[in-house]
C-alpha cells in the first residue's frame, strides 16, 4: 500500500510540469563571421583601401589599364585575403599588384592566400646558363613600403621585376615566387620561412639582415639566397647562376650550396656549420676568415673549402686553402 502512494504521488508531479511545446523558433545562438570581423568584398580593379579593416576578394581580377595599380592600401591595419582568387594582368600593364605607398607611415598589413600573376618570362639554356627576360606584366607583385608587414599562402609569377618587395620586420611564409624579371622575394629584415623561389631575373631571396629558414632557392639567374648579415638556416641554394647561398657576415647552418655557377656558400667573415657544398663551379664554402664546423664539401670545380684564416674543425673536404686557417678535427687533414 505504501509503495503504491509514493507512485501515484510521483505520477501527480510529473504530470505538474506544464506544457512542453516551445513559445517560438530558437534564436540564434551564435554571432556570424561578420558580426565577428567585419569584412568588405573587392570585386573590381582598380580598388583603394582608405580604412582600416579586412577586405576580399570576391572572384579572379584582372588588370588590364597600364597606367594604374591593381589594389592600393592608404590604411594601417589591413588584411588582404585573396580568397584563392588571381590578380593577373594583361600584357601591356606596368602597374602593381598590391601597392602600399610611402607617402605616410603605416603598420600592420597582412596580404594571404592567392595568386598573383604577371606575363613576365624567364628562361635559361645552356650549361653555363644563359638567361633571357622578357617583361610584361604587372611591374611588382607586391610593393608594401610599411613596417611589419605580413604576406602568407601566397604564389606570385610572371611580374616585371620583383615578387615581393617588403620593408623592415616583415613576416614572409610559405609563398613561392617564380619567373620575375629581377628578385624573387626582397626584404631588409624580417623573416622568410617555408618558400621557394625559382627562375627569376636576379636573386630568389634577399633578406639583408633578416632570417631564411625551411626554404629552397634554384634555378635563378644570381644568387639563390642572399642574407648578408642574417641568417639562413634548413635551405638549399642549387643550380643558381651564381652563389648558392650567400651570408657575408651572417650564418648559415644545416643548408646546402649545390650546382652553383659560382660558389656554393659564402660567408666571409661569418660563420657555416652543419652544412655541404658540391658541384659548385669555383668554390664550396668560402668562409675566409668565418668559421667553418661540422660541414661537408666535395667535388667542386676550383676548391672545396676557402677559409684560409677562418677556424675549421671537424669538416671534410677534398682540396682547401687554409693556409693560416685554425683546424681542429678534419678529414682530411691538408
Not at 25 to 51: D, F, H, V
Not at 186 to 211: E, K, L, P, Q
Not at 275 to 302: E, K, L, Q, Y
Amino acid at each position: 500500500m505504501k509503495h503504491l502512494i509514493i507512485a501515484l504521488a510521483s505520477a501527480s508531479l510529473l504530470h505538474a510540469q506544464g506544457p512542453l511545446t516551445p513559445p517560438g523558433a530558437p534564436a540564434p545562438g551564435m554571432k556570424t563571421l561578420q558580426q565577428i570581423e567585419p569584412r568588405t568584398p573587392i570585386s573590381s580593379l582598380p580598388y583603394t583601401i582608405s580604412q582600416s579593416g579586412s577586405y576580399y576578394l570576391t572572384e579572379s581580377l584582372v588588370l588590364t589599364d597600364p597606367t594604374i595599380d591593381g589594389i592600393t592600401i592608404q590604411a594601417s591595419g589591413v588584411t588582404l585575403d585573396l580568397m584563392g582568387f588571381t590578380l593577373s594582368s594583361g600584357a601591356a600593364a606596368t602597374g602593381r599588384a598590391i601597392y602600399v605607398p610611402p607617402d605616410s607611415p603605416r603598420r600592420g598589413i597582412c596580404v594571404k592566400n592567392g595568386i598573383i600573376t604577371g606575363k613576365t618570362t624567364v628562361t635559361s639554356t645552356g650549361n653555363p646558363q644563359v638567361w633571357t627576360i622578357v617583361p610584361a606584366g604587372f611591374h611588382y607583385g607586391v610593393y608594401d613600403t610599411s613596417a611589419n608587414g605580413r604576406y602568407e599562402n601566397l604564389i606570385i609569377i610572371g611580374c616585371r621585376t620583383t615578387g615581393i618587395f617588403a620593408n623592415s620586420g616583415a613576416v614572409i611564409s610559405n609563398v613561392s615566387v617564380s619567373q620575375n624579371g629581377s628578385t624573387g622575394i626582397m626584404a631588409s629584415s624580417g623573416s622568410v620561412t617555408n618558400s621557394t623561389c625559382s627562375y627569376n631575373g636576379y636573386d630568389g631571396i634577399d633578406a639583408d639582415s633578416g632570417s631564411v629558414t625551411n626554404s629552397v632557392c634554384k634555378n635563378n639567374s644570381h644568387d639563390g639566397i642572399v642574407a648578408y648579415h642574417g641568417s639562413v638556416t634548413n635551405s638549399t641554394g642549387s643550380l643558381n647562376g651564381s652563389k648558392g647561398i650567400s651570408s657575408y657576415l651572417g650564418s648559415v647552418t644545416n643548408s646546402i650550396g649545390s650546382f652553383n655557377g659560382t660558389k656554393g656558400i659564402d660567408v666571409g667573415g661569418g660563420s657555416v656549420s652543419h652544412s655541404s657544398c658540391s658541384f659548385n663551379r669555383t668554390i664550396g664554402i668560402d668562409a675566409s676568415s668565418g668559421s667553418v664546423t661540422s660541414c661537408s664539401a666535395t667535388n667542386n670545380t676550383t676548391v672545396d673549402l676557402e677559409a684560409s684564416q677562418a677556424v675549421v674543425a671537424f669538416c671534410k673536404f677534398g682540396t682547401s686553402n687554409l693556409s693560416g686557417a685554425t683546424r681542429t678535427g678534419n678529414h682530411p687533414s691538408p
